[in-house]
Each structure stands twice: as C-alpha cells, then as structure tokens.
Nanobody, 126 residues
Framework: VQLQASGGGLVQAGGSLRLSCVASGRTFNNYIMGWFRQAPGKEREFVAAISWSGGTTAYADSVKGRFTISRDNAKNRVDLQMNTLKPEDTAVYSC????????????????????WGQGTQVTVSS
C-alpha cells in the first residue's frame, strides 16, 4: 500500500488549505485513515481520523471546529480541510492507514496504523 499526500503549502494565518491522501497498491475493503502532524522539535501528534463509512470522525482538541476530515472510498482518497489556520498548525502532515472498519480506542496513536505517507509541509505565517 502506498499513500501519497499532497496539498501542503505556505498560507497566512486565518487562511485555508486542503490536504489530500490517495491510497494505491493493495487496498482493503475496510480501513480507517488518520492524519498526524509533526512540528520541528516536537513529537508527532494526532490530528484527525475517519472510519471506513465516514460516519465516525475524531479530532484533536486543538483542531476541532477548524479542520474537517472526509473520504471518498471510490477514489481511495481522504481529505483534510483546514480552515482558520494558525502559526501553531505549522508542521509536516502525514496520512496513515489501518485495516479496520471503525475507530477503536487507539485511533489517536501512531502505532495503531500500518501504512504511512511521506508527509506534506504546511507552513502558516503570522
């Protein structure tokens, strides 16, 4: 399975970006997708996750109300719409995949995911 993330860039505070992640290669009938981010000098942190059906989503408190995760299973694609961006959102954003239909208790842990994309840089200027 290969995950290709795109959509990062430089934006001013208050602006928006939309990240996309496309899965290719072997794909599963049921998998959850997550977005994580890592800022320089900081540990990787959970951002958002979505179940196979798209009916269940989860967000980190720091992005709740500003970010929206969605998916199109026909295209093996997951998007992360990021609005009202803040300088503290600056990080490398990576998508991850886990073969499971629903969000279990550990959806926020990077170790729960099997496949990872290469990451896309998001820089928010003040």
């Amino acid at each position: 399975v290969q995950l290709q993330a795109s959509g990062g860039g430089l934006v001013q505070a208050g602006g928006s970006l939309r990240l996309s992640c496309v899965a290719s290669g072997r794909t599963f009938n049921n998998y959850i997708m997550g977005w994580f981010r890592q800022a320089p000098g900081k540990e990787r942190e959970f951002v958002a996750a979505i179940s196979w059906s798209g009916g269940t989503t989860a967000y980190a408190d720091s992005v709740k109300g500003r970010f929206t995760i969605s998916r199109d299973n026909a295209k093996n694609r997951v998007d992360l719409q990021m609005n009202t961006l803040k300088p503290e959102d600056t990080a490398v954003y990576s998508c991850a995949l886990r073969s499971a239909p629903g969000l279990s208790w550990n959806y926020g842990l990077g170790s729960a995911y099997t496949y990872w994309g290469q990451g896309t840089q998001v820089t928010v200027s003040s």
